[in-house]
């Protein structure tokens, strides 16, 4: 068959040949190289600009931290918040929180309004305490709209024991149809 051919005709089938093999090759292996190629280079672009922001996390979290400050820390329920706080702080003081009744909701039409109640024993000083530290560390969450002192005598063991109710509001601004959480 090759004794047929010319010179210039063995050249040209050996030039398609060459073309064919580096075809099948291309498709066969080069390409997938060259595909994990650009995908290397997309992720190293990624990482490098990952890399950068990451440079940025402590001025965003001081950006953050003061927003909250401002903003009164409303990343979570008022009213967990306040039972955490009033509950460390009777543990710590020697009262006891006797009652937690259910919190009352309102919202109007940019505005909601959540009403919490508690009610602790103990002595004057510590629930005086209370008070001063629920106004100066929750200012920004709710603030105290009653408090009243009052005492009833406990007949086991004829003892008049002080009582603080004490009930808080927060306020809310929301927008307009949606649901306050």
């Not at 210039?8 to 060459?18: Q, S, Y």
């Not at 940025?56 to 967990?80: A, H, K, W, Y």
């Not at 929750?138 to 005598?153: P, V």
């Amino acid at each position: 068959m090759w004794g047929k051919l010319t010179y210039k005709n063995k050249c040209i089938v050996l030039c398609a040949g060459f073309l064919a093999f580096l075809l099948i090759g291309y498709r066969v292996s080069f390409s997938k190289t060259f595909e994990l190629k650009s995908e290397i280079q997309e992720k190293e672009t990624k990482l490098s600009w990952l890399k950068e922001k990451e440079k940025e996390i402590p001025f965003l979290q001081s950006g953050l931290d003061m927003i909250e400050e401002v903003c009164g820390n409303d990343t979570g329920s008022v009213r967990d918040k306040l039972t955490s706080f009033i509950s460390d702080f009777s543990e710590q003081n020697a009262c006891i929180v006797t009652e937690i009744p259910v919190n009352s909701f309102y919202t109007n039409e940019g505005l909601a309004i959540q009403t919490n109640s508690f009610i602790i024993k103990g002595n004057f000083h510590n629930l005086l305490t209370l008070i001063f530290e629920l106004e100066n560390t929750h200012k920004y969450n709710a603030r105290i709209m009653s408090a009243q002192f009052y005492s009833n005598k406990d007949f086991q063991t004829k003892r008049k024991q002080l009582y603080l109710k004490l009930i808080t509001q927060s306020f809310k601004e929301i927008e307009p149809n949606t649901n306050p959480s």
